[in-house]
């Protein structure tokens, strides 16, 4: 008995100091590995390259337009369908499944990435269609009709115009127009306005010869470019460029021209036309300027007469840009990514558009 | 079996304890043993580190970036792209007075800067592995070769094989990932030019290109004031008593009209096809015309009167002017038609209002960039 005894306490003092012993072990901290994923869209579908895996992934079949983030989910848009692809469960689902008769366009994700705003154009007999501004909510996956528009086409002598969004003020106000050889926009207020007032023009104005469109926005301020197409049209004396609109006040703060622009903290990157006079977005460099000193610099130094840069985005931790090339020629297009960190750029590979770069 | 004897038998007598203390040291003595063997053991080898985490966004710019160009030598051959295709054709030579630069992708500036050799060749080698990028610079700015009494620049700029063109110094590019690189070279012709002078120069200004003028005169050094007029794309001056001319597409400088006169080499007129020069002289108005096609000097009037003024002279066309002047006997101010008459400029009374001869203009400042001309002539398109 005594000898059991001894030999159990043996047993556990060896065993004591041994946890002891492994809890005295140097601990290395635990380092969470970074990961970049990038989404975009070929010809055929939606596709996935990540920084933990070579190649690439094809996550969803099909012909789609835009790919845009909304929290943990893409929209993936076509003019047919409006699918939403979760990112956490890698399932796609239709929130608006494809019907001939209806046309889905004009997706914008509210800033807080809640919402999705989006444009049903509804085709009524032959000639007639209407259009009907709808919310689907990210979180619980309800849709809602905003408004809607007077059905067109009836009168043959009628306007036929198309509703249209340019993304959201802010987190409660949506920027809505009509397009018809032009569009132009005006705030919309979810949950208070019930439709689009006549006269909308203040965020955004486009006529023959003019473009005044909003490129981006942040916290109810929108940063939008002005332009004379044809300065012919006695238009010559308008100030043009580069402009932030606060509480409706206009103020120009650089002569820059450009197709697409996104915001990040004090910074503005821009995709500038290098070369002004052109009428489409050829011969543009991505530009950062930065508001608070005003300074420029030049990111990218391959601009060429033939193709356009446009569709400039940020990653969703700001490390990165991307942007869509378009070879005007061959209508060739390829997503380019410039990494912020390490002053790098390039593209991917052919045949790509519209991507999403999402930091882990 | 034989019974032992009382006094025989053995006694057990147990062996003597060690005292407590002792066996409760010894236990914890054999207890702190076997902890430290455990401790020992559980302690183990120490933990390999763990590898630094990888960058993602190193892992996709590795994985898409164009492998980076460090080939041993890269050579670039300039040449005066002559039929501006883009392309280095066979009758095309090289073309020296540039040079390359190149700096690492992110630096503020270059590195390196090599000129090219009389061939129009530069080459760099020895590069490391990096992410490079390039421009080109036209080596010289200066104002250029002299045309009779003006310089002008030779700029020249850049013709990419698409045949688009761009300027020198170029913007900073990436590396192209090859050995050889051709770049054509072509003289850079404004689209037009502004003309304007100031009090005793004339300056021609690229409105694209307003760091440096594009070509100004050297003629005069008086400081004072001299008319420079302008007709189409020819400047005309009164220089040494006579008309001078300059082509400014030909980069010529003649005579227009000699001898020619005017009192101060401001006060005078020309006709819009620069053969007649009208001037004050001495408060008559006097004249010149290009090949005596109608002779020279003072107008009379059809009277015969000599007709006084201070020059407020409208050329009507080529070869008749109104002018308000007053008669040298009557002192009476009319409006005159002058023309040619009899071989000679002859100015004919009307009953026109004096305001019919329109005062000169005000001349018009032009202002940008550095420049800052008194007087805008106008535009040449080139």
């Known amino acids: 008995m005594k000898y059991a005894l001894a030999i159990i306490g043996a047993i556990l003092a060896i065993a004591v100091g041994f946890f002891v012993g492994r809890s005295q072990r140097a601990v290395m901290p635990e380092q969470k590995q970074e990961q970049v994923d990038i989404y975009y869209l070929r010809a055929d579908g939606l596709y996935k390259t990540s920084s933990a895996k070579e190649g690439e992934e094809r996550l969803l079949e099909g012909e789609f337009r835009n790919v845009l983030a909304a929290q943990d989910k893409l929209v993936v848009a076509s003019e047919s369908a409006f699918l939403v692809y979760n990112l956490l469960t890698n399932q796609a689902s239709a929130i608006e499944p494809v019907t001939p008769q209806v046309n889905y366009f004009g997706y914008a994700v509210s800033t807080d990435g809640l919402r999705v705003a989006y444009v049903k154009n509804i085709q009524l007999g032959d000639i007639g269609f209407k259009n009907e501004l709808w919310l689907w909510d990210v979180g619980s996956g309800e849709k809602k009709k905003l408004f809607q528009e007077p059905e067109l086409g009836a009168d043959p002598e009628g306007v036929y115009y198309t509703l249209v969004t340019n993304g959201w003020l802010d987190d409660k106000r949506l920027l809505v127009g009509r397009a018809y050889e032009g569009a132009s926009f005006c705030p919309f207020t979810v949950g208070t306005d019930t439709k689009l007032p006549q006269q909308c023009s203040s965020y955004g104005f486009e006529q023959i010869g003019l473009s005044d469109r909003i490129l981006a926005t942040d916290n109810g301020v929108a940063y939008g470019v002005k332009r004379i197409v044809f300065p012919e049209g006695g238009l010559q004396r308008d100030q043009t460029g580069l402009y932030q609109l606060v509480n409706d006040q206009k103020q120009f703060i650089s002569a820059d021209i450009a197709s697409s622009l996104v915001k990040s903290g004090d910074v503005l990157y821009l995709t500038k036309l290098v070369d002004e006079a052109n009428f489409s977005p050829i011969k543009s460099d991505i530009f950062s300027f930065n508001l608070k000193d005003e300074s420029t610099n030049r990111l990218t130094h391959d601009a060429t007469s033939v193709d356009t840069k446009e569709n400039l985005r940020l990653s969703n931790k700001g490390r990165f840009l991307s942007w869509d090339s378009n070879q005007i020629s061959t209508n060739a297009t390829k997503v380019w990514v410039y990494d912020l960190k390490l002053n790098q750029y390039y593209p991917l590979s052919e045949g790509t558009w519209s991507a999403v770069v999402i930091e882990h | ?382």
């Open chain 2, 1 to 382: 079996m034989p019974e032992l004897q009382e006094e025989q038998i053995p006694v057990y007598q147990p062996q003597p304890t060690p005292p407590k203390w002792l066996l409760i040291a010894g236990g914890f003595v054999t207890i702190l043993l076997l902890f430290g063997l455990g401790f020992w053991l559980g302690k183990g080898k120490p933990l390999p580190p763990k590898p630094t985490p990888i960058d993602p966004g190193q892992v996709l710019a590795d994985r898409f970036s164009q492998p980076v160009a460090a080939p041993g030598q890269i050579t670039f051959i300039f040449f005066n792209d002559a039929n501006r295709n883009g392309v280095f054709d066979q009758n095309e030579l090289g073309y020296s007075n540039v040079s390359v630069e190149l700096r690492r992708r992110g630096q503020p500036s270059a590195f390196q800067t090599v000129p090219a050799d009389t061939q129009g060749r530069v080459t760099v080698s020895g590069l490391t592995p990096a992410d490079y990028e390039v421009r080109y610079w036209f080596a010289d700015f200066d104002l250029g070769p002299s045309y009779g009494d003006f310089n002008m620049r030779n700029w020249y700029e850049i013709v990419t094989p698409t045949g688009a063109s761009k300027p020198f110094p170029s913007d900073w590019e990436s590396l192209p990932n090859e050995t050889e690189i051709k770049v054509g070279v072509a003289e850079y012709i404004p689209d037009k030019l502004i003309v304007g002078q100031t009090q005793s120069q004339l300056f021609l200004v690229d409105p694209t290109k307003l760091e440096f003028s594009y070509g100004e005169s050297h003629v005069f050094t008086d400081g004072n004031w001299h008319r420079f007029t302008l007709i189409g794309d020819k400047v005309y001056y009164l220089y040494n008593n006579e008309l001078r001319q300059f082509d400014i597409k030909n980069r010529l400088t003649q005579t227009a009209i000699k001898p020619a006169y005017g009192i101060d080499d401001f006060n005078y007129r020309l006709s819009p096809d620069a053969k007649t020069l009208v001037y004050l002289d001495n408060g008559e108005l006097s004249y010149i015309t290009r090949d005596d096609w109608c002779g020279q000097g003072a107008i009379f009037d059809s009277e015969g009167y000599r007709l006084l003024g201070n020059l407020q002279v409208n050329f009507r066309d080529n070869q008749q002017l109104v002018a308000v002047a007053r008669n040298s006997t009557t002192n009476i101010v009319k409006v005159y038609l002058i023309g040619c008459h009899e071989g000679r400029l002859e100015g004919f009374a009307t009953d026109w209002a004096l305001d019919t001869v329109a005062p000169d203009p005000v001349p018009a400042a032009w202002q940008q960039g550095n420049f800052k001309l008194d007087i805008l002539l106008g535009e040449v398109d080139l």
